[in-house]
């Protein structure tokens, strides 16, 4: 069967290619943002590439086509397939029907920390010997690829709460069915498609309503929202990790960059973390992955010594330059919560040397101007703040006032920023890049530069 994808690009629509390319299917596809890591994925998987505009990729009329949900109609390519009565299907529906169907699915949903989880989720299986399948929106450094079938039932998705496609306007993860469901956190986020948060909230019900009885939740005592979720009607046994008696997973805190915990399940200790990422929003994904690791099988001793071997995920806390003292971080940012999140761990771990971070206001809810206000005050452990004012923002961040803004400056041009950074840093400085896409190649451009100086 020869399958086309269109957005094939996007971390989630090429996992979906390289696991039907793993089943033997013919794959191609196309796209109109072609970027590493998952266009270097795609091509060492031989799937052959076009643009999105070009209506040549149908000459060879596929059998199915996976229509991602960054399109629309309107779109040239949508328009195609609908006017000549082309089979299609969103990558959601294929994922579930070709590739889940009678898997022991452990399903990651929140709004930060999937990627992270479920990467930490599918090490911890591969550790164990279990060969998980998974489709996880980045690379995971242990693996080396965003998706693979794997060969027991287990499979590990990364599940989204953004919509399926244009024709199917539910969350993509309602099509999952998981037996174990990591609920990390939640709080409002992808104001494009969501009026509000008690809008994601019901999404988040509905995946809640399609675990089994015999399945398992996961999720934190203190997140009310999740709470909010589960008070709406639950089916299945729920595991808390809290610091209350009604918790069945605890942490005791052994460093402040939280690269060394203790974890306990029923006050029991069951062994000690000792790893080399930071930040107690790492550490409460790794309670979480341990957990649902542990419904599938997994011994909490195994999983706490599968963690100390791994490596994380590319643009998560990446270091892509150490040079002349000067350390630049990459890492996916695209909420006020994560951005803090990460600058504690950053801070608690390197004292009081400079951290510089630089952020690109790309997703959907940043270009809206939804997190404005609490944008700025994110970034307040920062000793210098450089932030993109690209040409599809919506709001002006210069005139975002703000206690927290003596220390930040806007730019309108990678180049400008480059310029500024070599002015300002010195030996012992971190360099925090924060951006959900390319940001314009900043990261080649500035090792480039240092290298230089």
């Given at each position: 069967m020869h399958i086309h994808i269109l957005g094939i690009c996007g971390t989630f629509m090429g996992g979906?290619?390289?696991?039907?390319?793993?089943?033997?299917?013919?794959?191609?596809?196309?796209?109109?943002?072609?970027?590493?890591?998952?266009?270097?994925?795609?091509?060492?998987?031989?799937?052959?590439?076009?643009?999105?505009?070009?209506?040549?990729?149908?000459?060879?009329?596929?059998?199915?086509?996976?229509?991602?949900?960054?399109?629309?109609?309107?779109?040239?390519?949508?328009?195609?397939?609908?006017?000549?009565?082309?089979?299609?299907?969103?990558?959601?529906?294929?994922?579930?029907?070709y590739i889940l169907k009678k898997r022991w699915v452990l399903a990651v949903a929140g709004t930060h920390g999937k990627t992270s989880t479920s990467s930490m989720l599918a090490w911890i299986l591969e550790y164990a010997g279990l060969k998980p399948g998974f489709l996880i929106g980045g690379v995971p450094e242990n693996f080396g690829m965003s998706a693979r079938s794997g060969e027991t039932p287990f499979f590990v998705v990364e599940a989204d709460e953004y919509d399926t496609a244009f024709f199917d306007k539910r969350s993509k993860f309602v099509h999952y069915h998981p037996q174990t469901l990591i609920l990390n956190n939640l709080e409002y986020d992808h104001a494009d498609i969501f009026p509000d948060l008690d809008a994601i909230k019901r999404q988040f019900h509905h995946l809640v309503r399609t675990v089994p009885g015999n399945g398992l939740i996961v999720l934190p005592e203190s997140d009310k929202n999740v709470g909010d979720?589960?008070?709406?009607?639950?089916?299945?046994?729920?595991?808390?990790?809290?610091?209350?008696?009604?918790?069945?997973?605890?942490?005791?805190?052994?460093?402040?960059?939280?690269?060394?915990?203790?974890?306990?399940?029923?006050?029991?200790?069951?062994?000690?973390?000792?790893?080399?990422?930071?930040?107690?929003?790492?550490?409460?994904?790794?309670?979480?992955?341990?957990?649902?690791?542990?419904?599938?099988?997994?011994?909490?001793?195994?999983?706490?010594?599968?963690?100390?071997?791994?490596?994380?995920?590319?643009?998560?806390?990446?270091?892509?330059?150490?040079?002349?003292?000067?350390?630049?971080?990459?890492?996916?940012?695209h909420h006020p919560t994560a951005i803090a999140s990460t600058l504690a761990g950053l801070r608690n771990k390197v004292g009081e040397q400079r951290?510089?971070?630089?952020?690109?206001?790309?997703?959907?809810?940043?270009?809206?101007?939804?997190?404005?206000?609490?944008?700025?005050?994110?970034?307040?452990?920062?000793?210098?703040?450089?932030?993109?004012?690209?040409?599809?923002?919506?709001?002006?961040?210069?005139?975002?006032?703000?206690?927290?803004?003596?220390?930040?400056?806007?730019?309108d041009s990678i180049d400008k920023i480059i310029e500024q950074l070599l002015s300002i840093v010195k030996p012992d400085d971190h360099i925090l890049i924060m951006s959900n896409g390319a940001f314009g190649g900043i990261h080649k451009k500035l090792a480039t530069a240092l290298e230089k100086l």
């Open positions: 979906i290619a390289l696991l039907a390319r793993e089943l033997g299917y013919s794959v191609s596809g196309s796209d109109s943002n072609v970027y590493p890591p998952m266009s270097t994925q795609l091509e060492n998987a031989g799937i052959q590439l076009s643009q999105l505009d070009d209506p040549e990729q149908f000459n060879v009329k596929p059998d199915l086509i996976v229509i991602g949900n960054a399109l629309s109609r309107g779109n040239p390519a949508v328009e195609i397939v609908l006017n000549n009565s082309l089979d299609y299907i969103s990558g959601p529906a294929f994922l579930a029907q979720v589960i008070s709406m009607g639950c089916w299945t046994p729920v595991q808390q990790f809290g610091e209350s008696s009604n918790c069945t997973w605890t942490i005791k805190l052994l460093s402040a960059d939280a690269s060394q915990f203790d974890v306990f399940v029923d006050k029991q200790h069951q062994g000690t973390v000792n790893w080399s990422l930071i930040g107690e929003h790492n550490l409460n994904n790794a309670v979480m992955a341990i957990a649902a690791a542990r419904h599938a099988g997994v011994p909490t001793n195994q999983a706490i010594e599968a963690l100390s071997s791994f490596q994380n995920v590319k643009r998560r806390m990446e270091i892509v330059v150490n040079t002349h003292g000067i350390t630049v971080y990459d890492d996916f940012a951290i510089i971070a630089i952020l690109e206001p790309r997703s959907n809810t940043m270009r809206m101007g939804i997190h404005k206000d609490t944008l700025i005050p994110s970034l307040a452990l920062a000793n210098e703040t450089i932030l993109y004012q690209s040409p599809d923002l919506d709001w002006n961040i210069a005139e975002n006032p703000s206690d927290a803004a003596k220390n930040i400056q806007v730019f």
